[in-house]
């Protein structure tokens, strides 16, 4: 007799322990169909409709907190910092949750006090994180904090330990390098600014070892280099720079125009172009050459390259323009004032005329970091914002 109740016993709990699991896998079934329903609505724009799905979840079953994490950043990502805050505040201080999902939710609320500005709290969550197995997270975030409040010093450090966790991965250290050859080079015109210009060319040279070519740093040493009356290595600097960022070939050439432009030695800047103008991809080394022959008031010779130009650029607004300021100085002002009517007529003109290549976001002036996203380097002249269209 004690046998068959013990067997009843055993088949009892076998049997309510099927049942237990069908309901978890049910309820688990749910919370995935919802999930995929709320990332499709993310995916979408569609906030609201995310929110509504993940909502299902969060009322159905309200010991879970998985839905209320998500459901947090969802809020966020719709800009309602104020209720991302709220969720994911109430997570991180449950007592009974476990670690793991506890830290998860107070991560993400370092994420929202960031994103509402409050630096120094989410500062102090991210850098408790620091011996956490998501470190790397965590110390990304901490250095977008000292990146938007300027303070250089501890971005490097941060940037650092960062390349020390990326031991071994090539692509992310050389993102990491050049990067820190950045908060280098802002660290070094933080100190020139202040009239320090030895220290500030120690920070350059920091940032020259890392990387050699990255635009920003060898702009801000060409101020160092004409102080130094370095013409020489100004010109080798940026020879280096036109070979290997093509993509920056207008900033490269206005800068290195306007750095000659405060020497005693503007001729050097007109050899220079001389010597690359027979290069095949040489848009703006010609435009800057009539530019620099209009400087220096060879104006018919500057006339006789800017209609070589337009013929082989014939839709080049920018080139329009040049050759109607020549008119004027060539005192043909009926000719260029129907030329600037017409050029003021192209549509493309009021374009914004850079775009970030990770996020999209579009601006009038280049920045090296975009504004939105914070991606270092991935901001160009747009490709269809041509001065280059040709026939």
């Given at each position: 007799?004690?046998?068959?109740?013990?067997?009843?016993?055993?088949?009892?709990?076998l049997?309510?322990?099927?049942?237990?699991?069908?309901?978890?896998?049910?309820?688990?079934?749910?919370?995935?169909?919802?999930?995929?329903?709320?990332?499709?609505?993310v995916l979408s724009?569609?906030?609201?409709?995310?929110?509504?799905?993940?909502?299902?979840?969060?009322?159905?079953?309200?010991?879970?907190?998985?839905?209320?994490?998500?459901?947090?950043?969802?809020?966020?990502?719709k800009?309602?910092?104020?209720?991302?805050?709220?969720?994911?505040?109430?997570?991180?201080k449950?007592?009974?949750?476990?670690?793991?999902?506890?830290?998860?939710a107070?991560?993400?609320?370092?994420?929202?006090?960031?994103?509402?500005?409050?630096?120094d709290?989410?500062?102090?969550?991210?850098?408790?994180?620091?011996?956490?197995?998501?470190?790397?997270?965590?110390?990304?975030?901490?250095?977008?904090?000292?990146?938007?409040?300027?303070?250089?010093?501890?971005?490097?450090?941060i940037?650092?330990?960062?390349?020390?966790?990326?031991?071994?991965?090539?692509?992310?250290?050389?993102?990491?390098?050049?990067?820190?050859?950045?908060?280098?080079?802002?660290?070094?015109?933080?100190?020139?600014?202040?009239?320090?210009i030895?220290?500030?060319?120690t920070?350059?040279?920091?940032?020259?070892?890392?990387?050699?070519?990255?635009?920003?740093?060898?702009?801000?040493?060409?101020s160092?280099?004409?102080?130094?009356?370095?013409?020489?290595?100004?010109?080798?600097?940026?020879?280096?720079?036109?070979?290997?960022?093509k993509?920056y070939?207008?900033?490269?050439?206005?800068?290195?125009?306007?750095?000659?432009?405060?020497?005693?030695?503007?001729?050097?800047?007109?050899?220079?172009?001389?010597?690359?103008?027979?290069e095949?991809n040489?848009?703006?080394?010609?435009?800057?050459y009539?530019?620099?022959?209009?400087?220096?008031?060879?104006?018919?010779?500057?006339?006789?390259?800017?209609?070589?130009?337009?013929?082989?650029?014939?839709?080049?607004?920018?080139?329009q323009?040049?050759?109607?300021d020549?008119?004027?100085?060539?005192?043909?002002?009926?000719?260029?004032?129907t030329?600037?009517?017409?050029?003021?007529?192209?549509?493309?003109?009021?374009?914004?005329?850079?775009?970030?290549?990770?996020?999209?976001?579009?601006?009038e002036?280049?920045?090296?970091?975009?504004?939105?996203?914070?991606?270092?380097?991935?901001?160009?002249?747009?490709?269809?914002?041509?001065?280059?269209?040709?026939?």
């Amino acid at each position: 007799m004690i046998y068959l109740i013990i067997i009843f016993i055993i088949s009892f709990l076998l049997i309510l322990f099927l049942y237990l699991y069908n309901i978890e896998k049910q309820k688990n079934k749910n919370i995935q169909s919802s999930y995929i329903k709320g990332i499709d609505y993310v995916l979408s724009d569609d906030f609201d409709k995310a929110i509504s799905e993940i909502l299902k979840v969060v009322e159905k079953y309200k010991g879970v907190s998985e839905p209320v994490i998500s459901l947090g950043n969802i809020y966020r990502a719709k800009g309602d910092i104020e209720k991302a805050i709220q969720l994911h505040s109430q997570v991180s201080k449950k007592s009974r949750l476990n670690e793991e999902m506890r830290k998860e939710a107070y991560y993400y609320l370092g994420i929202d006090f960031k994103k509402a500005g409050f630096f120094d709290r989410a500062s102090k969550i991210f850098d408790s994180f620091r011996k956490e197995k998501n470190r790397i997270n965590a110390l990304e975030q901490l250095e977008g904090i000292y990146v938007e409040l300027n303070e250089w010093d501890n971005a490097i450090e941060i940037r650092n330990k960062l390349l020390e966790e990326y031991n071994g991965d090539k692509e992310k250290l050389d993102e990491s390098r050049a990067i820190l050859a950045h908060f280098y080079t802002e660290k070094a015109n933080e100190e020139i600014n202040k009239g320090d210009i030895n220290n500030g060319k120690t920070f350059i040279e920091k940032a020259i070892s890392l990387n050699p070519t990255l635009v920003y740093t060898i702009f801000s040493y060409s101020s160092i280099l004409l102080k130094e009356n370095k013409l020489d290595e100004i010109i080798e600097r940026f020879e280096l720079l036109l070979e290997n960022k093509k993509e920056y070939s207008h900033l490269i050439l206005d800068k290195l125009e306007k750095v000659f432009s405060m020497s005693n030695q503007y001729l050097i800047y007109g050899k220079f172009l001389e010597k690359h103008l027979t290069e095949d991809n040489n848009y703006y080394i010609f435009l800057s050459y009539i530019k620099y022959l209009r400087k220096t008031g060879n104006i018919e010779d500057a006339i006789k390259h800017i209609c070589i130009f337009l013929d082989k650029y014939p839709n080049s607004p920018e080139g329009q323009f040049l050759k109607a300021d020549l008119l004027v100085d060539n005192k043909k002002n009926a000719e260029a004032l129907t030329l600037y009517r017409k050029v003021s007529m192209i549509p493309f003109l009021q374009i914004k005329p850079y775009r970030c290549n990770n996020c999209g976001y579009e601006m009038e002036s280049m920045l090296w970091r975009c504004p939105r996203c914070g991606k270092w380097d991935t901001v160009n002249l747009k490709e269809d914002f041509l001065w280059i269209k040709k026939n």
